[in-house]
Structure formats: structure tokens, C-alpha cells
């Protein structure tokens, strides 16, 4: 079975001490449980400050939330791999989509990326997600399936055993407005299938696909009720303690 994943993303939000202050809140409120992951994302800035409060091989993780697919070199305000690995990264973010429609990442560049991460042994969180336009028009499935081509083709099943998918329709992120239940469960089932297509069906129940979108400790219930959401991408509600912690129980506790 497929170990639930919860992971906080912390987007342009507090600075390095603040991040150390966010970090106590939470481990107060969330005790270690081997029934679940946990990733915190916080901005490049805070990274090694959250590391220095999580402390040597914490159970929480780290994530970045971005990076640049070349090693080092010429590349103004970019960050690497490499970097990321220094300060004990183990997942990142990748193709977002802030980045794709605010800062017009394709995803010719996010295969690069999602590339870069395994070969420096991070794992990818690769997002995909419709606009609500696209799912008016009945397009939710193809823009996914595009998405999901365009940024894992020709990858190994071994490459893939690392990988994530986070399904964030557009329209949910930081809206209030989050996907129902039945909806992210209808994109999760098409992802795994597209999955199996692609490469086999073990990769395919394998791979960990997360839903993400005005997650609160509200519908994470409902949203884990069904085995084909394996865990969620939490924005606004990761920067409170206790809905965290919340977001986090309902993982941990799931189907105890
Ligand atoms: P949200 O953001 O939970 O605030 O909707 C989710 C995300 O963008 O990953």
C-alpha cells in the first residue's frame, strides 16, 4: 500500500526565524508516526534554517520549491540541485502552477527539471492541474495527460519510482474553492492509467499522486476516504500550526 504523503507548501512565506518559530508550533502539535510522510516546502531563504530546527534526521522532511536544471554556472537568481542536496533536500517541487502561469514555465523546462532532481537523488513533485476554463470545455483529462507527457516522456520506471504527482486544478489553489472528492478521484484514476499506459502497471500502483487545492482540516477526511488519494499538497492551511497538524493527524491516522 501506498504510505500517505502530506506536504506543506509554504510558497513566498516567511523569513528564515519565522520559519525556525513555524517549525517548533508544529512538532509541538505533531507527534512522529511511521504511518505517514511529511514534507515541509519552505522558500529557498528558510531552507537551512528549517533544516537547523527539524534537526538531525528528523521525520519530517524538506522540500524545495523550485530549481534550476543545470548544475552550476551563468544563471542569475537560479538555484540547483546540488545546492538543494547541500542543505538535505530530499523532495522539490516542480512545474507548479504559479510557476507555469505566472512565471511561463513549459514544460519542455519542467522535464528538465524533473531530470535534474533524479540525477542529484531529490525526488520530484510534479504538478499538473487544468484551469477552470479548460474544465469547462471538458479538457481536464487531456491538459493533465499533455502535462504529465510533456514532463515525464521518456523516463525509466526506475526514474519514476521517486517521483510524485500532485493534481492542483488551478481553480482550487487559494481559492476556498476545493476540487470534490469525487472530481480529484476521476483525475487521480485517468493519472494512473495514463501511468500504466505509459510504462507499467507496477509504476502506475506504485507512484504516490497527491491531491492539492484549498486542502483544510476540514475536507482532508473526505479527501483520504479514498484510496486513490494518496495524501495532499497543503498551501494556506500548512502556515497555521494547528490546521497543519490537523491536515497531518487525518494522514497519519487513516484507516487505522
Ligand atoms: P492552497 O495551495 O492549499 O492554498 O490552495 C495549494 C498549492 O498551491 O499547492
Avoid at 522540500?63 to 537560479?78: I, P, V, Y
Avoid at 504538478?127 to 469547462?136: H, I
Wanted: with cysteine; net charge negative.
Amino acid at each position: 500500500m501506498r504510505r500517505p504523503l502530506i506536504i506543506g507548501n509554504w510558497k513566498m512565506n516567511k523569513t528564515a526565524s519565522e520559519a525556525a518559530a513555524l517549525i517548533r508550533d508544529l512538532r509541538e502539535r505533531v507527534p512522529a508516526s511511521p504511518n505517514a510522510d511529511v514534507v515541509l516546502a519552505p522558500p529557498f531563504t528558510a531552507l537551512e534554517s528549517a533544516r537547523n530546527a527539524l534537526g538531525p534526521s528528523s521525520w519530517i522532511s524538506l522540500a524545495a520549491q523550485n530549481l534550476h536544471w543545470e548544475t552550476h554556472g551563468a544563471f542569475t537568481g537560479e538555484v540547483s540541485a546540488s545546492m538543494l542536496r547541500d542543505l538535505d533536500c530530499r523532495y522539490v517541487i516542480v512545474g507548479h502552477s504559479e510557476r507555469r502561469t505566472l512565471f511561463g514555465e513549459r514544460d519542455e523546462n519542467i522535464q528538465k527539471k524533473v531530470r535534474a532532481a533524479l540525477m542529484h537523488g531529490l525526488s520530484p513533485i510534479l504538478c499538473v492541474g487544468e484551469s477552470l476554463a479548460e474544465r469547462e470545455a471538458g479538457r481536464t483529462e487531456s491538459v493533465v495527460t499533455a502535462q504529465l507527457n510533456g514532463s515525464l516522456a521518456g523516463l525509466t520506471t526506475q526514474d519514476l519510482a521517486t517521483v510524485t504527482i500532485a493534481y492542483e486544478p488551478i481553480w482550487a489553489i487559494g481559492t476556498g474553492r476545493a476540487a470534490t472528492t469525487e472530481q480529484a478521484v476521476t483525475v487521480h484514476r485517468s493519472i494512473r492509467l495514463f501511468m500504466e499506459t505509459g510504462w507499467d502497471s507496477q509504476t502506475a500502483s506504485a507512484i504516490r499522486i497527491l491531491y492539492g487545492g484549498s486542502v483544510t482540516p476540514q475536507n482532508i477526511e473526505s479527501l483520504l476516504a479514498s484510496d486513490a488519494i494518496d495524501g495532499a499538497l497543503v498551501g494556506g492551511a500548512c502556515l497555521d500550526p494547528d490546521s497543519f497538524a490537523t491536515i497531518i493527524g487525518a494522514a497519519q491516522t487513516r484507516r487505522a
